[in-house]
């Protein structure tokens, strides 16, 4: 609900369990007032008093008084020049040159619905019952500026949605240097942590926390693209704040490309948060009549801690990011030949590739990188979208045939924003890529990028794309993603506007990818940036899944995920079974344990099939068989996450739980094993305290070949087949098998029972 009080001239957002709250002051601008745990109404205590300050100058006009600073009022869409020190949320240079203004209030409007984003990836809604919308137009009376601040809420979630839409309507032209989609200014928080998720290729979102200090804390991305070594999130976060207690305030953007997050704790102990487009290297013209969106923002508020969060973000994202059917489709298991066979194969390889797949069970075959042109290495043929017929002497078709004649599908990998300097493409239009006049091309892994400002070249990769899928039966894409951007500089811009070039990179991506959405709704795309390069809500809205990272080494996997997990659900993270020793690490881990980090994402295999052992075949058929019986469990549940890889350094543990509760799976991975080791209890989360539940052993190493318990320790089945209230599993815990070996692990399903059946479930177990 959604609510303006005329008197108080105060507008109070409520969703499920928060309030949003903000006000009008004297003189017009919009003042923050606060943000947390539902309030029934709001009477200002809290709210933070006018004071003469030293050094903060009074803004002109009204009210004229010493005690009003912009400098010390808390806002809601700051602007730079006019008294605030701080860094803003907007910075414009009218055609004088001047870098001032000043958005003051002129109307507002609340209605049902939200509208859709032109060009930009955003939550979306089917009905209009579904959403109420706040709009906040200020404007700058000099320059004619008009923002229009966005506020969107649902009533199944408590994101607010943020952006702001400028519209020029004065006589002259301005030019937007900072534009962010959401800025709030928070009293009483300045104690508090910053929670980010930083990395690198192959270590993608590791969580990282640190206290806020007197200063911006920023975390950015100035790559042109999202990033492996930051995410488009921040949360700030009560010190003390854990999975299950504590208050997180974050912020995720729905953008794919060079992006900030700050938090700013000021001289009072007031916290700017804000997130948008990386003001670094960004400007924007705006002649007369002409308007700019900012991306969307989503704020999230909770006090029972990051797994709430999480699963606000989760519900979120699944509902209203991830496009129809793929946001309640199940996904394949999949093979794909990256790590099986690399540039490496033939037609024969494939087709036995899929012989094998099929008899594993498993429901489609990627073909990965290195099927067209002459690409036998990664220096050439991006850009040449034709099959190479060294390797595929009958062609795609051929290879779809025999997987379909199998029964199981077909999927493709795609460049298609980068071209090799080794291409027939790049021969014939050079001109086509990202490069500044006179300056030497950079080569990221021997390709350019290409100019996706150009519709001419937005024109060339849908029709590139679109030729196969047309021609060939494929039901997945892997779209990846090699490099990042440098010379950052377009020939369709004058000079003047070289700074949109890489914002306009990316609303050409996204005009590609909701063309191919648009002719291929069926097709299931996966994002990839060599990894999890861009694993941000933008490309998620495009694509319902991304390949979480190029390391696929499960225990490397444990930290991915886990900060992965923050934010993206599970079936949005690609996750698959890869060969031991790992290509990235060298480590070593028993199979059930590189199965189970798997079902914690997508599912796949990647890795030669072909070469198991029979005794490995029938284990992989056992696999595929209970993750077939558990996917829509894993698929529609809800994340605990038990054990995270940063507090409890030996083991890792998560649970998804079904919406009514009556169904789980546990996941338990141990790191380093203990020796003579001292007992340990395991807290169940998310069951129903009030059921009964019965717990299968469904997956365990026990079975490999690695040191057994000892035979008078209880092993991992101890309690197999028993039956324990979610009371006791959630709160005395459930007592942790030893287990022996490093990496060891167990997956354990539990059921609830009707209450007949749980006297016969203890004697069972003899546990009476
Ligand atoms: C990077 C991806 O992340 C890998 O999975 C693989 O597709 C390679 N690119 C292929 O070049």
Redesign the pocket.
Known sequence: MIVFDETRKLFHLKTRHTSYVMDIVDGGWLRHLYWGATLEDWHGAACMPMMDRSFAANPAGTPQDRRFSLDTTAQEYPAHGNSDMREPAVRVASADGARISDLRFISYRIGKGKSHMEGLPSIYVNEDDEAETLDILLRDDLTGLEANLSYSILGDSDAIMRSVRFTNRGKESVTLEQAMSASLDLGGIAGFEALYLPGAWSRERHVERSPLGHYRHVVESRRGASSHQENPFLALLAPDTDETHGQVYAMSLIYSGSFQAFAEVDQFDVTRMAIGLNPFDFSWELAPGEAFQTPEAVLLYTDEGLGQMSRSFHALFRKHLLREPWCDTERPILV?N??ATYFNFDEEKLCHLIDTASDFGMELMVL???WFGHRNG?DSSLGDWVEDRAKLPHGLACIADHAKERGIQFGL?F?PEMVSRDSRLYREHSDWVLSAPGRPLTEGRGQYVLDLTRPCVQDYVIEAVASVLKRVSISYV?W?M?RHMTEVYTASLPARRQKETAHRYMLGLYRVLESLHEMFPEVLFES????GGRFDPGMLYYMPQT?A??DSDAVERLAIQYGTSLVYPPQAMGAHVSAVPNHQTGRCEPMATRVLVAMAGTFGY?LDITTFSEEERQEVREHIALFKELRSLLFSGELYRLLVPEHHGDAVSWMMVSKDKTHAFLSYVQLLATPNPPHRFLHLQGLDPHRQYRLFERLTTAAEHFPQVPANWPDHSFADGAVFGGDELMRAGIWLPVLMGDYQSFGWELKAVEADEFQEGQEGAGLR
């Open positions: 794909n990256w790590e990965d990188d290195g990664d990998w460049e892997k990846d090699n990839c940036s060599g990894g390949w990272s190029d990647e």
